[in-house]
């Protein structure tokens, strides 16, 4: 009788700990495809939406790739994306083709790519802050530098 007591309150005690769970995008990221839209930061320049459209089309289009996620600031435009497993033997030569594409297709723009999860997480969770609208365009510039240095001192 006591023994199933504690059993109880243990499932309990679980199923509450993980009803907290907030259903937001960024912790499913790392599991499944979120597939997330493309973020513009510096939301002035009209041209700018069909650019990252265009940039994510043109990086999804490749076989080897499941999930992509592109944030333009002002300078900068991160794009990050996961590999299929089988093809992760070949990121550093993925990586290579994609930012050589990229630099020839689009070559006004500064990329930087990256196939790290780390990096694809923090793109997501800053496409959420986006969506908040007091969110300023300052801080969202901001957080993207960071996540570019992170980027940088992982490589």
């Not at 930061?41 to 499941?66: P, R, W």
């Amino acid at each position: 009788m006591r023994i199933s007591v504690y059993i109880v309150i243990f499932i309990l005690l679980g199923l509450a700990g993980c009803s907290q769970n907030e259903s937001k995008e960024s912790e499913l990221a790392l599991i499944k495809k979120t597939d997330p839209n493309p973020v513009l930061i510096d939301e002035n320049t009209e041209g700018n939406l069909d650019l990252v459209t265009n940039i994510k089309e043109e990086i999804a289009s490749y076989k080897e790739i499941y999930d992509v996620a592109v944030v333009k600031g002002k300078k900068d435009t991160l794009v990050v994306y996961k590999v299929k497993h089988l093809q992760r033997f070949h990121m550093k030569k993925i990586e290579k083709k994609i930012k050589g594409r990229l630099d020839k297709k689009f070559p006004d723009e500064k990329f930087t790519v990256s196939s790290d999860y780390k990096i694809f997480l923090e793109a997501v969770k800053l496409n959420e802050k986006m969506q908040n609208p007091d969110y300023s365009e300052k801080k969202a510039n901001k957080r993207l530098k960071e996540i570019i240095e992170l980027k940088n001192e992982m490589a």
